[in-house]
């Protein structure tokens, strides 16, 4: 194995896969110039083995190219890749990757499956249509992989758990990367202006027609963009910032929940308190309860 290479082919318990997500690969390999791809290669595994070939894998991985130049293929798509390009591969998908045998790379991945990472590519937020990103060289990306590697090397109880939450992290940022490539500016600052007078008028109405107005968008121009770039609807986050405001009215000893209830724009206290009970899990008066300790 060429001395800067790490990598781990892991074990994983029945409790792992009971949290729905678990580490089965991780690692980092220079590829000097010239040399063969992958290195060590009777070191990994059968199915890992025909990268630059082709090869289909049961699980999902990530591989981040900090250094070197290479090629990235996927469903019939091929990429160029260079410093700061990151890859992600499905489960059952077909790709190849491999660096110019001329220049070589600088590797770092990390393999991963479980129920949780289905769903999402179930729900769309991960797709075949998205696997190759530009993020460039980034400090947290390349943190996130040696936190990863760090609980593969000690193995303490529940690594598996924490070298997770690595992976959540890198998941997380491909997703937001990938949400604010697609959205343009101009769908922020919408957002954001719809943000801001929502939450100045926490106590009116729930009137999102006239938000909208005051933006100069219709009403169901402004749900398709605020739920593009939020996962909400308008309406979903004008209660969730009502509801929030209405926690910190509880707090208060001498506001009833009628009041609150009518302060807050809604007309019944009932509909007011099935909201607050599906958002919170408790109806206003445990809550009060619950918060002033009686």
């Not at 060590?40 to 083995?49: A, G, I, M, Q």
């Not at 090869?55 to 190219?65: A, K």
């Not at 770092?108 to 993020?135: A, R």
């Not at 959540?168 to 491909?174: G, T, Y």
Request: proline content about 5%.
């Amino acid at each position: 194995m060429h001395r800067e290479s790490f990598f781990h082919y892991l074990p994983f318990s029945e409790e792992d896969e009971t949290l729905g997500m678990v580490c089965t690969t991780a690692g980092s390999i220079e590829v000097k110039p010239q040399s063969a791809y992958p290195p060590d290669k009777n070191s990994h595994p059968t199915l890992f083995r025909q990268v630059a070939e082709g090869r289909i894998l049961p699980e999902f991985q990530l591989i981040y190219i900090t250094k070197g130049e290479g090629a990235f293929g996927a469903e019939e798509k091929t990429y160029k890749v260079t410093p700061g390009s990151l890859m992600l591969i499905l489960p059952g998908m077909k790709h190849f990757y491999k660096p110019v045998y001329e220049i070589g790379w600088h590797e770092f991945w990390v393999g991963f499956k479980g129920d949780f990472f289905l769903h999402l590519l179930q729900e769309g937020f991960l797709s075949q249509d998205t696997v190759f990103f530009k993020v460039g060289l980034q400090d947290y990306i390349l943190s996130l992989f040696n936190q990863i590697f760090d609980e593969i090397r000690t193995q303490r109880p529940l690594y598996q758990f924490k070298a997770c939450t690595g992976v959540l992290s890198l998941v997380a940022e491909v997703l937001t990367r990938k949400r604010r490539r697609d959205q343009p500016n101009y769908y922020q600052k919408i957002v954001e202006k719809a943000k801001y007078l929502m939450e100045s008028n926490v106590f009116g109405a729930l009137d999102i027609p006239s938000i909208s107005e005051r933006i100069g968008i219709s009403a169901s121009r402004l749900n398709e963009i605020f739920k593009t770039y939020t996962a909400m609807t308008p309406y979903q986050y004008y209660i969730h910032i009502k509801i929030h405001k209405a926690e910190s009215l509880l707090e208060q000893d001498e506001a009833s929940i009628k009041e609150i209830a009518y302060r807050l724009g809604f007309e019944d206290q009932y509909y007011f308190s099935r909201l607050f009970k599906n958002k919170t899990g408790i109806v206003p008066s445990q809550w009060k309860k619950f918060v002033l300790g009686d």
